[in-house]
T-cell receptor, first 117, second 114 residues
Framework: DTEVTQTPKHLVMGMTNKKSLKCEQH?????MYWYKQKAKKPPELMFVYSYEKLSINESVPSRFSPECPNSSLLNLHLHALQPEDSALYLC????????????????FGEGSRLTVL | AQSVAQPEDQVNVAEGNPLTVKCTYSVSGNPYLFWYVQYPNRGLQFLLK??????LVKGSYGFEAEFNKSQTSFHLKKPSALVSDSALYFC????????????FGSGTRLSIRP
C-alpha cells in the first residue's frame, strides 16, 4: 500500500481539454515530484517542489503546469496536450535531503495513466 | 554529472535459484544508491538504499545489495528467487548534494520461471 495517493487512476482527454492530476501525501514530506513514465522506460523527472516552492523544472512544455497549494498536495494542470504526452504520470514525495540527515529516497504513488486522443 | 547503468534489459532465473541484477554508477563524491521495484501498472516501490557503512545492505522482500566502491557497482541480489519477484527493477543514484536529483537506470525486467 502506498502513502502517496494519486487521482484519477486513468484519464482520457482530447487535445483541447483542460484537466488536472492530483497527488496527496500525509508523511510530512516537504519535497514533492512529478515524473513521466513511458512504457518499459525509467521515470523522467518533470518538476520538483521543495517547501511548496518550485525548485526544478526540467524544461517541461508549458502545456503542463504544476501547482503546490500546501505541503500535502501537488497538482498537475494539463491543457492542449499532444498524443505523445500519453504516459503514466507518477507523483512522489521525500524528505528534503539534508547534510547526512536523510537521503531523500522517493515514495511513489500508483500513478495516473493518461491517454491523449 | 551523475549517471547509472543497468547493462541487462532482462534477467531470467528459475524459481529457487539465486538472482543478481546488475547496476553500475558514476557520481562525483559519495553516492546515495537505491533500488526500486515496479509491478505492472503500478508506481515504484522503494526496496533498499546504501548511504555509508556496511557494504551489504538488506531491504524488503529478502533482497539485498552489495556496494563495491572500486567497481562503482551496486548489484541487487536474492539467495532464492520467487515467481512473485518477477517485475521491473530500477537502480538509482543521488549525489551527496542538496541540489542533486535522483537519476534512474534504464531498468531490468526480472522474470522468474516456476
Amino acid at each position: 500500500d502506498t502513502e502517496v495517493t494519486q487521482t484519477p487512476k486513468h484519464l482520457v482527454m482530447g487535445m483541447t481539454n483542460k484537466k488536472s492530476l492530483k497527488c496527496e501525501q500525509h508523511m510530512g514530506h516537504r519535497a514533492m515530484y512529478w515524473y513521466k513514465q513511458k512504457a518499459k522506460k525509467p521515470p523522467e523527472l518533470m518538476f520538483v517542489y521543495s517547501y511548496e516552492k518550485l525548485s526544478i523544472n526540467e524544461s517541461v512544455p508549458s502545456r503542463f503546469s504544476p501547482e503546490c497549494p500546501n505541503s500535502s498536495l501537488l497538482n498537475l494542470h494539463l491543457h492542449a496536450l499532444q498524443p505523445e504526452d500519453s504516459a503514466l504520470y507518477l507523483c512522489a514525495s521525500s524528505q528534503v535531503q539534508g547534510r547526512g540527515r536523510n537521503t531523500g529516497e522517493l515514495f511513489f504513488g500508483e500513478g495516473s495513466r493518461l491517454t491523449v486522443l | 554529472a551523475q549517471s547509472v547503468a543497468q547493462p541487462e534489459d532482462q534477467v531470467n532465473v528459475a524459481e529457487g535459484n539465486p538472482l543478481t541484477v546488475k547496476c553500475t554508477y558514476s557520481v562525483s563524491g559519495n553516492p546515495y544508491l537505491f533500488w526500486y521495484v515496479q509491478y505492472p501498472n503500478r508506481g515504484l516501490q522503494f526496496l533498499l538504499k546504501y548511504i555509508t557503512g556496511d557494504n551489504l545492505v538488506k531491504g524488503s522482500y529478502g533482497f539485498e545489495a552489495e556496494f563495491n566502491k572500486s567497481q562503482t557497482s551496486f548489484h541487487l541480489k536474492k539467495p532464492s528467487a520467487l515467481v512473485s519477484d518477477s517485475a521491473l527493477y530500477f537502480c538509482a543514484v543521488r549525489a551527496y548534494s542538496s541540489a542533486s536529483k535522483i537519476i534512474f537506470g534504464s531498468g531490468t525486467r526480472l522474470s522468474i520461471r516456476p
